[in-house]
């Protein structure tokens, strides 16, 4: 079974900085997805940006990239220029790679993230 | 649809009353999947479907839970004698492929509060 830990329940940030959010997980998996959801006060549950476990190249998606450590199955967020609509609950999640049929996330318990004026 | 739909928004049930949450994913999508949100946690997995088959139903947390997809497109999670411990936020998400990864796309949940 996999398990996703994130341990900071929430942070805040001056608008325009930078934050960081933590994520760990443990797997027996060696083919996976990594992915970090934003949940708006709306619930709706919104992909911020994925990482393939194969791919030795942080991803990165606009002002958002990740820091893949696969050795120490550590998966942070990196959120550069906030801005008060990044607001919002942030899920780290897991998913085994199965080429047979689709597979289920398995999320963190999440960060809620303020952004200040 | 443009995105997926699920209704109904917010649903108050009396302890011992069976429920009916609905959920529209996004048209031609073959994946479904039903996660379950406790206040302040993250989502758990309940069910999965590909079309109207139900693959995977190993998160269903006991047999007063029931899911169908019946012609591979709504799909309804049914919650009998409902009880306290599930009030929760249950959300839908669906995906475009059977295979391999596609991405997911959620609904805005139903918010279940059992009294």
């Known amino acids: 079974a996999q398990t996703v830990t994130q341990s900071q329940p929430e942070m805040s940030v001056q608008e325009a900085e930078t934050v960081t959010l933590s994520c760990t997980y443990d797997t027996s998996e060696n083919n996976y997805y990594l992915f970090w959801y934003k949940q708006p006060p709306s619930r709706q549950m919104i992909l911020v940006i994925r990482?393939?476990?194969?791919?030795?190249q942080n991803a990165t998606e606009n002002r958002f990239s990740v820091n893949f450590q696969k050795a120490a199955k550590s998966f942070s967020l990196k959120i550069s220029d906030s801005q008060l609509g990044d607001t919002a609950m942030y899920f780290c999640?897991?998913?085994?790679?199965?080429?047979?049929?689709?597979?289920?996330?398995?999320f963190g318990k999440g960060i809620t993230l303020s952004v200040r004026p | 649809g443009a995105g997926v739909s699920q209704s109904p928004r917010y649903k108050v049930a009396k302890r011992g009353q069976d429920v009916a949450l609905r959920c529209d994913p996004i048209?031609?999508?073959?994946?479904l999947f039903w996660y379950q949100q406790a206040l302040g946690q993250g989502p758990e997995f309940l069910t999965y479907f590909q079309n109207e088959a139900q693959l995977d139903k190993s998160g269903l947390p006991s047999d007063r839970f029931f899911a169908e997809r019946p012609e591979g497109s709504v799909s309804t999670l049914k919650i009998q004698r409902t009880q306290q411990e599930d009030s929760a936020v249950y959300l839908c998400?669906?995906?475009?492929?059977?295979?391999?990864?596609?991405?997911?796309?959620f609904g805005q949940g139903t918010r279940l509060t059992v009294v």
């Open positions: 999640a897991f998913m085994k790679h199965d080429s047979g049929a689709n597979s289920k996330l398995t």
């Open positions: 990482q393939e476990a194969y791919k030795q």
């Open positions: 998400a669906s995906s475009l492929m059977g295979q391999g990864w596609s991405e997911a796309f």
């Open positions: 048209s031609g999508h073959v994946s």
